[in-house]
């Protein structure tokens, strides 16, 4: 997967949206994908083919995922964030709420301290171990816990109802399967949970929503 910076120019004036136009997040967005690119051909961070599918199915997927954060927006954890998707964008785009990234793998670690540190983002806090072993400051604080690849949807409640306080919500990012998980995870719902909402985001992609009222 090579950078390319007429792709990246050609995907701002399509994307078509508020945040497309930030300033700031433009150039974090630049330099993230710079640094993803170059680490990817040692580490193998992502599975994206190219870089045409790296921002149409990822990158603007977790954008449009800002969208669906509450309003004033506390704290937020996301787990198994990989290179980055979609907590380390979602940080990008303002300088609050504090997140917490999650992510046990090594190598993913050292990148993603790299890109915080790169990019001074002193509200990022990344946390090198199991979402299973939340750090006590963080337990009933969040307003919103994110996910994109981390098994079920019943997992992915599982992990984020310590995190959660009351009203805040567990946002899973799906694909076109979303429909056997959605009832896999009705058959036995989690106590503390209202119904799943199913929220669009893009034509092959989807949030699905979790809101702990206990």
Same mark, same amino acid.
């Given at each position: 997967m090579?950078?390319?910076?007429?792709?990246?120019k050609?995907?701002?004036?399509?994307a078509g949206?508020? /945040?497309?136009?930030?300033a700031l997040f433009?150039?974090?967005?630049?330099?993230?994908?710079?640094?993803?690119c170059e /680490?990817?051909?040692?580490?193998n961070l992502?599975?994206?083919k190219?870089?045409a599918?790296?921002?149409?199915?990822?990158?603007?997927?977790?954008a449009?995922l800002?969208?669906v954060?509450?309003?004033?927006c506390g704290?937020?954890?996301?787990?198994g964030?990989?290179?980055?998707?979609p907590?380390?964008?979602?940080?990008m785009?303002? =300088?609050?709420?504090? /997140?917490?990234?999650?992510?046990?793998?090594?190598?993913k670690?050292?990148?993603?301290?790299?890109?915080v540190?790169h990019?001074?983002?002193?509200h990022?806090?990344?946390?090198?171990?199991?979402?299973?072993?939340?750090?006590?400051q963080?337990?009933?604080r969040? =307003?919103?816990v994110?996910?994109?690849?981390?098994?079920?949807l019943?997992?992915?409640?599982?992990?984020?109802?310590?995190?959660?306080r009351?009203?805040g919500?567990?946002?899973?990012?799906?694909?076109?399967?979303?429909?056997a998980?959605?009832?896999?995870?009705?058959?036995k719902?989690?106590?503390?949970?209202s119904?799943?909402?199913l929220?669009?985001?893009?034509?092959?992609?989807w949030?699905?929503r979790l809101?702990?009222?206990?």
């Amino acid at each position: 997967m090579i950078h390319s910076p007429e792709l990246l120019k050609a995907w701002w004036r399509e994307a078509g949206a508020a /945040w497309a136009e930030d300033a700031l997040f433009r150039q974090r967005l630049s330099l993230y994908l710079q640094a993803l690119c170059e /680490w990817n051909q040692s580490f193998n961070l992502t599975g994206c083919k190219s870089f045409a599918d790296l921002l149409s199915r990822h990158v603007q997927d977790v954008a449009l995922l800002q969208e669906v954060l509450p309003p004033s927006c506390g704290p937020c954890v996301d787990i198994g964030s990989g290179a980055g998707l979609p907590g380390l964008v979602l940080a990008m785009m303002h =300088d609050a709420p504090p /997140w917490l990234l999650i992510e046990s793998n090594q190598k993913k670690i050292r990148f993603l301290r790299h890109v915080v540190q790169h990019l001074q983002l002193a509200h990022v806090s990344i946390y090198p171990d199991r979402a299973e072993s939340p750090p006590n400051q963080w337990v009933g604080r969040c =307003d919103a816990v994110t996910s994109r690849a981390v098994g079920s949807l019943t997992l992915m409640a599982k992990l984020a109802f310590p995190y959660l306080r009351r009203g805040g919500s567990c946002l899973a990012m799906k694909g076109e399967d979303h429909p056997a998980e959605i009832q896999r995870y009705l058959e036995k719902p989690l106590p503390g949970y209202s119904a799943p909402e199913l929220l669009p985001l893009a034509p092959r992609s989807w949030v699905v929503r979790l809101t702990r009222f206990t």
